[in-house]
């Protein structure tokens, strides 16, 4: 069975630029997460999908972030524009439904340095 | 809101040596779980706990879920160089949120 995938694995921009990230879940697997990850923490919460729909995006700084899941499947997070402190590794999980007891399956992530 | 505190951030073990985190919360919860992640890797679920508690183990991997629900450990036991890495829990808060610890970063010196 295919992981999720993320891409592109590492991307370099300047602040103010404007940068997408993409995630292709685990086949089949209803709900989508993107975290975002600053180096020494965890996992920081930005949105979750249930199939297209939105569950939670309370994290997720609608200035400048903003992400999609038009079919239900896979998905893009953008931020635009891009600050210094929006580097970080961004990580895109799955799980089977949106339940308290799903395990989380994550993808490689996306290492984003902003200069 | 529902915080979740790990402890301590940092460890650093001779091999062989045993590793103990925990994971404390202000508000009960429906469970929680944890996750290892190794440096440049991204998090790999390891286990979950339901029930008051609970012990479950893998290995040399011991894991508790308290009384209350509120705090939950992880112990390794004679701690190889293939534990390295940084240990996670996550919860659900009483809100529905999803939150994970700082975490616990384990470092085996041979």
């Known amino acids: 069975e295919a992981g999720v995938a993320q891409s592109p694995r590492y991307k370099i921009i300047e602040k103010r630029q404007s940068v997408a990230f993409w995630c292709n879940p685990i086949?089949?697997?209803?709900?989508l997460y993107w975290y975002q990850q600053i180096l020494g923490q965890g996992p920081k919460l930005l949105i979750q999908f249930q199939n297209n729909g939105v569950v939670d995006d309370s994290q997720l700084p609608k200035d400048r972030f903003s992400a999609e899941r038009l079919k239900g499947v896979d998905s893009t997070l953008k931020i635009q524009p891009a600050k210094l402190e929006d580097s970080a590794v961004y990580l895109c999980a799955s799980s089977l439904e949106w339940q308290v007891q799903e395990t989380q399956y994550f993808g490689p992530g996306t290492r984003l340095l902003v200069l | 809101g529902q915080q979740v505190m790990q402890i301590p951030q940092y460890q650093h073990v001779q091999e062989g040596e045993d590793f103990t985190t925990y994971c404390n919360s202000s508000?009960?919860?429906?469970?929680i779980q944890w996750y290892k992640q190794r440096p440049g890797g991204h998090p790999v679920f390891l286990i979950q706990l339901v029930k008051s508690g609970e012990v479950k183990k893998q290995k040399r991997l011991t894991f508790q879920f308290g009384e209350a629900k509120k705090n939950s450990s992880l112990h390794i036991t004679a701690t190889q160089t293939t534990d390295v890495g940084t240990y996670f829990c996550r919860v659900y808060n009483q809100g529905g949120k999803l939150i994970f610890g700082q975490g616990t970063e384990l470092s085996v010196k041979p």
């Open positions: 508000t009960t919860l429906s469970n």
């Open positions: 086949s089949g697997h209803a709900t």
